[in-house]
Nanobody, 118 residues
Framework: QVQLVESGGGLVQAGGSLRLSCTAS????????MGWYRQAPGKQREMVASITRGGSTNYAASVKGRFSISRDNAKNKVLLQMNSLKPDDTGVYYC????????????WGQGTQVTVSS
């Protein structure tokens, strides 16, 4: 059962922008932190950005100043605005979520491909 659904990936030239969105199933309750990870070929999965229920954000150093994460708690939705994209941003982007006071990212989406050409 897919409980997080991402959209917005695609092909873009360097310097361009994309906006990713992720919506959690209505069956998921007590959503706490939400975030985005990415996986590029030959690289480890890395956290891109996260946001608490109250709106506090964290970013990977590589995307700070270029990406912006936001959320709509009423809709269980999280967005990732990606500007000034670089080829190194290429990868599969996964939406993830924590529930309650849990420390682990327990819900994951299917992923959406982001490809940035030179």
């Amino acid at each position: 059962q897919v409980q997080l659904v991402e959209s917005g990936g695609g092909l873009v030239q360097a310097g361009g922008s994309l906006r990713l969105s992720c919506t959690a199933s209505r069956t998921i309750f007590n959503i706490n932190d939400m975030g985005w990870y990415r996986q590029a070929p030959g690289k480890q999965r890395e956290m891109v950005a996260s946001i608490t229920r109250g709106g506090s954000t964290n970013y990977a150093a590589s995307v700070k100043g270029r990406f912006s994460i936001s959320r709509d708690n009423a809709k269980n939705k999280v967005l990732l605005q990606m500007n000034s994209l670089k080829p190194d941003d290429t990868g599969v982007y996964y939406c993830t979520a924590k529930i309650g006071n849990g420390e682990d990212w327990v819900y994951w989406g299917q992923g959406t491909q982001v490809t940035v050409s030179s």
